[in-house]
């Protein structure tokens, strides 16, 4: 079984930065993609930006040029850093895990998730 956990949420003040942090733990062979998801009361879960064990990122077009995603492989980590945050970014912010392990098949996994809210 794999665990993941996000950290790094809380509130800050448009403009600001915050940094989240999600750590993969358990029966894990090897990580394929590890990536941020957000969601408002209402609104469908989207996609906010993932990294490939090789390094490739991709970003949804709301947060590209804000938010730079990153990994460690070594540690199964995954960052998100969000700058110049809006009032609009306020969500839960989720991360997924896609992980092989022993037996080598791809399963996605799912943190509990880190509320980020932007307000003044």
């Known amino acids: 079984q794999v665990q993941i956990v996000e950290s790094g949420g809380g509130l800050v003040q448009p403009g600001g930065s915050l940094r989240l942090s999600c750590a993969a733990s358990?029966?894990?062979?090897?990580?394929?993609?590890m990536g941020w998801y957000r969601q408002t009361p209402g609104k469908q879960r989207e996609l906010v930006a993932t990294v490939t064990s090789d390094g490739r990122t991709s970003y949804a077009g709301s947060v590209k040029g804000r938010f730079t995603i990153s990994s460690d492989n070594a540690k199964n980590t995954a960052y998100l850093q969000m700058s110049s945050l809006k009032p609009e970014d306020t969500a839960v912010y989720y991360c997924?895990?896609?992980?092989?392990?022993?037996?080598?098949?791809?399963?996605?996994?799912w943190g509990q998730g880190t509320q980020v809210t932007v307000s003044s």
């Open positions: 358990g029966s894990i062979f090897s990580i394929v993609v």
């Open positions: 997924n895990a896609v992980c092989r392990d022993s037996d080598r098949t791809p399963r996605s996994y």
